[in-house]
């Protein structure tokens, strides 16, 4: 008898043990949700859905467009400069903290134009190719977009601040403890939201190609389409988050001030009507100057002017570091310098560029809805994988982390690379077909995904823990600038590896339907060995030079 209770408590024991981790790290963290966190939850949760329009992209510009890999890389430099103005764009929202929603609306704008345009080139070019070519007119929708984006992320940051009330709704101030979880809470659900919005959107891919094989032209034309106009609900969401923001604060400062609490006291704790930032010459200048200085270079059509400008840009960034590095104790300044010499390179490492996806989709057979479900398992495992490698990511230095994610990042390559030169065939024919192609892009994304947050979150940490006290959101702002400037650097890599290695597809003239282009992948494998070397061998030659310097992360 004393042996089946040991044994039933045993197994009630084991059966308890998973759902204690689910609830203690899932569950708990939506057991802190506030009411006051939805704003700026909505505006991340707007971020993640713009994934929507992802596959669309890739397959419009593969079908339609004549751009070869080299000048899509080229564009993905100058899409992402304006995520380098962060810096001044932080600042001017401390500026006009009160009237910071003003640039909610503006993002909103700037994101609901680029949808539009993308949505009449492909239901009724002929509206305004009179005005442009469509391959302008693809180029001017992909820039306008970062630039919405980046406004409303900025803005977003700012609100989990305000979303966070330093007081209860008795007005009695919350402790030091209680503030930093509900701080450490409404970052983890930020993430939350931008991750379960691409989840979303997978979903939504997936039922509107399904059965996308057995469609015609048009009929494909028509998901694309209904897919930009589902696409436009994105903007309102951004929108509604400020509106709710504002509604919910005035409506928290009136229940305070019929608790009779004083009015001084209310509007300081709501940040009402407040705003005692001073500006910060060196951000404005140097942010006035960055911006003069790229668009002169991009409008001047000088040769090398994307290095040019990404040297300039540097330049100025790391002048302003170098202001706030006095700041820091010298053995502080030494390890946040190796830290981020480290994540700059591991930001920076070159891609095979959109020859990899185009090769997938022509040789493997990827369609619309095969694709729209690797994005779902990347999704739902990179959210699975922020809590499962929470304790990791806290544990370990910047440098373990970047070393692990480089070793297992390198290794998952190789599947993709061999499939280049017919792994997926023998395994096949092995398997009787079980282990194909689909099978193979399915497990390596299944294996891969759930370590995307894990070099995304301690890097966050990192800039966020070694802000000085009385500098936190110009420092977080110029770090920011600085980590951003390496995905330039990654985008002009991936131009001169294209430009090296010629990856071209079939490109056929809609007129005449002659082919303008033939398809030509012979040079994709050892672009993608070239790329898998070079990201294992950067980061862990740049992690042995700081060791050797001393430059230390902790």
């Known amino acids: 008898?004393?042996?089946?209770?040991?044994?039933?408590?045993?197994?009630?024991?084991?059966?308890?043990?998973?759902?204690?981790?689910?609830?203690?790290?899932?569950?708990?963290?939506?057991?802190?949700?506030?009411?006051?966190?939805?704003?700026?939850?909505?505006?991340?949760?707007?971020?993640?859905?713009?994934?929507?329009?992802?596959?669309?992209?890739?397959?419009?510009?593969?079908d339609y467009l004549g751009l070869p890999a080299d000048f899509l890389a080229m564009l993905g430099f100058w899409a992402g400069i304006p995520w380098a103005l962060k810096m001044p764009l932080g600042h001017l929202v401390d500026l006009i903290w009160r009237w910071k929603s003003i640039l909610v609306f503006l993002g909103a704008t700037l994101i609901g134009t680029s949808l539009a345009i993308m949505l009449v080139l492909i239901s009724a070019p002929?509206?305004?190719?009179?005005?442009?070519?469509?391959?302008?007119?693809?180029?001017?929708?992909?820039?306008?977009?970062?630039i919405g984006y980046v406004v409303q992320d900025v803005v977003a940051d700012a609100m989990t601040v305000e979303a966070v009330p330093t007081a209860d709704d008795q007005g009695t101030v919350f402790d030091s403890k209680t503030l930093k979880l509900m701080h450490t809470t409404m970052q983890t659900l930020g993430r939350v939201a931008i991750i379960g919005g691409g989840v979303a959107v997978s979903l939504i891919n997936i039922l509107l190609f399904n059965d996308v094989n057995s469609m015609v032209e048009d009929q494909k034309v028509a998901v694309y389409v209904q897919i930009y106009k589902l696409a436009m609900i994105i903007p309102l969401i951004s929108i509604g988050g400020v509106i709710l923001a504002e509604i919910l604060k005035r409506s928290r400062a009136r229940k305070l001030l019929k608790q009779g609490i004083k009015q001084e006291r209310v509007h300081n704790q709501e940040g009402i009507g407040i705003n005692k930032v001073k500006p910060n010459w060196w951000i404005l200048g140097g942010s006035l100057t960055f911006v003069i200085f790229t668009l002169t270079m991009g409008l001047m059509q000088v040769p090398y002017n994307q290095e040019i400008i990404f040297a300039g840009s540097m330049a100025i960034v790391l002048f302003l570091m170098n202001k706030l590095l006095k700041e820091l104790s010298s053995a502080a300044r030494n390890t946040l310098v190796g830290t981020a010499i480290v994540i700059f390179v591991f930001r920076a490492l070159p891609g095979p560029g959109a020859g990899a996806s185009w090769w997938q989709i022509d040789e493997l057979g990827f369609d619309q809805q095969f694709m729209s479900l690797l994005s779902l398992i990347g999704s739902s495992l990179a959210l699975f994988g922020m809590f499962i490698f929470r304790r990791f990511m806290a544990e370990k230095s910047i440098f373990y982390v970047v070393g692990f994610l480089t070793v297992?990042?390198?290794?998952?390559?190789?599947?993709?690379?061999?499939?280049?030169?017919?792994?997926?065939?023998?395994?096949?024919?092995?398997?009787?077909?079980?282990?194909?192609?689909?099978?193979?892009?399915?497990?390596?994304?299944?294996?891969?995904?759930?370590?995307?947050q894990v070099a995304m979150i301690p890097m966050l940490a990192w800039i966020a823990n070694s802000a000085p006290a009385h500098l936190k959101a110009t420092f977080f702002a110029v770090m920011a600038s600085f980590t951003n400037l390496a995905l330039s650097l990654s985008s002009l890599g991936t131009k001169y590896l294209n430009q090296f290695f010629i990856i071209s597809r079939e490109v056929i003239d809609p007129l005449?339907?002659?082919?303008?282009?033939?398809?030509?992948?012979?040079?994709?494998?050892?672009?993608?060995?070239?790329?898998?070397?070079?990201?294992?061998?950067?980061?862990?030659?740049?992690?042995?030079?700081?060791?050797?310097?001393?430059?230390?992360?902790?």
């Open 408 to 452: 297992v990042g390198s290794l998952l390559s190789l599947p993709i690379i061999g499939m280049f030169y017919g792994l997926h065939e023998w395994t096949s024919r092995l398997t009787y077909g079980f282990v194909d192609a689909r099978f193979i892009a399915v497990v390596d994304t299944a294996i891969e995904s759930p370590l995307g």
């Open 1 to 62: 008898m004393a042996k089946n209770n040991l044994g039933g408590a045993l197994l009630k024991r084991l059966a308890a043990g998973p759902w204690n981790w689910f609830d203690s790290h899932i569950i708990e963290l939506f057991r802190h949700l506030r009411l006051s966190y939805l704003p700026p939850l909505m505006v991340y949760l707007a971020a993640g859905i713009s994934g929507l329009t992802g596959i669309v992209g890739t397959f419009f510009v593969k």
């Open 512 to 554: 005449t339907g002659n082919t303008i282009t033939p398809a030509d992948y012979s040079e994709l494998g050892i672009l993608l060995l070239t790329v898998t070397s070079l990201s294992l061998i950067l980061p862990l030659v740049t992690i042995l030079f700081v060791n050797r310097f001393s430059l230390r992360s902790h």
């Open 126 to 146: 002929s509206l305004i190719t009179p005005y442009m070519t469509v391959e302008a007119w693809f180029v001017f929708s992909a820039l306008l977009a970062p």
